[in-house]
């Protein structure tokens, strides 16, 4: 199995910044595409970013120039530079990993989420 642990969520004022964390551990052999979603009170998931092993990366509309997505592979870990916050990024955040595991199969994991709230 494989666990995902994120950290770094909070309470900020809006136009602030926050660094979140995701680290990947267990049965492991490599990592393919790592990312982050959100979830905002009544609303569905939705895409904030996500990077390749090759560093590739996407982002939601809504976060483009403002949030930066980064990984150390060395570490299975994913970061989310939040800057410029506004009160809409109010929500859930989750991290989200496809792993390789250790006996060659694929596998589609979610953290347990860490909350951000924005304050105006």
């Known amino acids: 199995q494989v666990r995902l642990v994120e950290s770094g969520g909070g309470l900020v004022q809006a136009g602030g910044s926050l660094r979140l964390s995701c680290a990947a551990s267990g049965r492991i052999f490599s990592i393919n595409v790592m990312g982050w979603y959100r979830q905002a009170p009544g609303k569905q998931r939705e895409l904030v970013a996500t990077?390749?092993?090759?560093?590739?990366?996407n982002y939601g509309d809504s976060v483009k120039g403002r949030f930066t997505i980064s990984r150390d592979n060395a570490k299975n870990t994913v970061y989310l530079q939040m800057n410029s916050l506004k009160p809409n990024d109010t929500a859930v955040y989750y991290c989200?990993?496809?792993?390789?595991?250790?006996?060659?199969?694929?596998?589609?994991?979610w953290g347990q989420g860490t909350q951000v709230t924005v304050s105006s």
């Open positions: 990077i390749t092993s090759g560093f590739l990366t």
């Open positions: 989200n990993a496809d792993v390789v595991n250790t006996d060659f199969s694929d596998s589609h994991y």
